[in-house]
Nanobody
Framework: QVQLVESGGGSVQAGSSLRLSCVAS????????MGWFRQAPGKEREYVGV????????YLADSVRGRFAISRDNLENTIDLQMNSLKSEDTAIYYC?????????????????WGQGTRVTVSS
């Protein structure tokens, strides 16, 4: 059974940092695109960023580029989201995601696996 389990969410002040982690199990994701989406209250799921199976640079959304970074460790089957300079508009539930293919797409329906989500609240 494939599982993606996120951790690290919480409530912080604007300008703070948080690091989210996701542990994957149940299959080999070394050749799969993985990353993060988020969903703010009353809004649709939004692409945050994804990296290829080999790692390397993340393809980040314009809204987070320069503030967020994604890293993955294929030996540990983990992917992290480092969030700096947080803003109130970053408040959302953050989902770890993966797809079988190693291509990066910006739409949630193309991702095969989702974690249960972790809540991030940023107060101004």
């Amino acid at each position: 059974q494939v599982q993606l389990v996120e951790s690290g969410g919480g409530s912080v002040q604007a300008g703070s940092s948080l690091r989210l982690s996701c542990v994957a199990s149940g299959r080999n994701f070394n050749h799969s695109a993985m990353g993060w989406f988020r969903q703010a209250p009353g809004k649709e799921r939004e692409y945050v960023g994804v990296v290829h199976g080999s790692g390397g640079n993340a393809y980040l959304a314009d809204s987070v580029r320069g503030r967020f970074a994604i890293s993955r460790d294929n030996l540990e089957n983990t992917i992290d989201l480092q969030m700096n300079s947080l803003k109130s508009e970053d408040t959302a539930i953050y989902y770890c995601i993966a797809r079988v293919r190693d291509t990066i797409v910006f739409y949630p329906e193309f991702y095969d696996y989702w974690g249960q989500g972790t809540r991030v609240t940023v107060s101004s």
